[in-house]
Antibody, heavy 125, light 106 residues
Framework: QVQLQESGPGLVRPFETLSLSCSVS????????WNWIRQAPGKGLEWVGYIYYSGSAKYNPSLGGRFTISVDTSRNQFNLRLTSVTAADTAVYYCARGGYCDTTTCYSPITFDAWGQGALVTVSA | DIQMTQSPSSLSASVGDRITITCRAS??????VAWFQQRPGKAPKSLIF???SLQSGVPSRFSGSASGTDFTLTISTLQPEDFATYYCQQYNNFPPTFGGGTKVEI
């Protein structure tokens, strides 16, 4: 059974860059889409973006262009980078597995069947 | 973006009750709706995809249905572990969007 685990700093200063990683165990990162979703304290869920194992990524246009998602297949992990953070970026950041592609079909990248436990990131001076 | 209007935002229920949570999509989205359960301090857990298909291991007391742009999650016999917050999500259009959540309380 696949497991996901986020890691990264819990505190980031305003205007600095946030970097998070998601390690995938119990399965290969290959052939799947991998997502980041965040949840501000006491709020609902907000999709950030996804990356395919091959490296192609797509982002939520409503969030602007400060996010970058990358993948490292050799380490079976993918990463999130957020530049110029503000207090509004304070949230729990979840990584989640999306659909996969086989030889004939690709399943939706934005269905989330497995989630990490989440990483709380606080933006504060 | 497609808006998913979820109702009620909270409800009080008892063990053994049957409850229904509804999400209304702002436009036609086919059957591309999923439901998640989130217990306090925990990650969301996938319950249902494609409106009515249960994820592996999800108890059969959970079910999903649709009528037009209205999507429903039903828990037939509420168990103690079902007290949580539930979210719907559409994945027909980019970006995927979630409902505001329904907190199920005792």
């Amino acid at each position: 059974q696949v497991q996901l685990q986020e890691s990264g700093p819990g505190l980031v200063r305003p205007f600095e860059t946030l970097s998070l990683s998601c390690s995938v165990s119990g399965g290969s990162i290959t052939n799947y889409y991998w997502n980041w979703i965040r949840q501000a304290p006491g709020k609902g869920l907000e999709w950030v973006g996804y990356i395919y194992y091959s490296g192609s990524a797509k982002y939520n246009p409503s969030l602007g262009g400060r996010f970058t998602i990358s993948v490292d297949t050799s380490r079976n992990q993918f990463n999130l980078r957020l530049t110029s953070v503000t207090a509004a970026d304070t949230a729990v950041y979840y990584c989640a597995r999306g659909g996969y592609c086989d030889t004939t079909t690709c399943y939706s990248p934005i269905t989330f069947d497995a989630w990490g436990q989440g990483a709380l990131v606080t933006v504060s001076a | 973006d497609i808006q998913m209007t979820q109702s009620p935002s909270s409800l009080s229920a008892s063990v053994g009750d049957r409850i229904t949570i509804t999400c209304r999509a702002s436009q036609v989205i086919g059957n591309y709706v999923a439901w998640f359960q989130q217990r306090p301090g925990k990650a969301p857990k996938s319950l249902i995809f494609a409106t009515s298909s249960l994820q592996s291991g999800v108890p059969s007391r959970f079910s999903g249905s649709a009528s037009g742009t209205d999507f429903t999650l039903t828990i037939s016999t509420l168990q103690p572990e079902d007290f949580a917050t539930y979210y719907c999500q559409q994945y027909n259009n980019f970006p995927p969007t979630f409902g505001g959540g329904t907190k199920v309380e005792i």
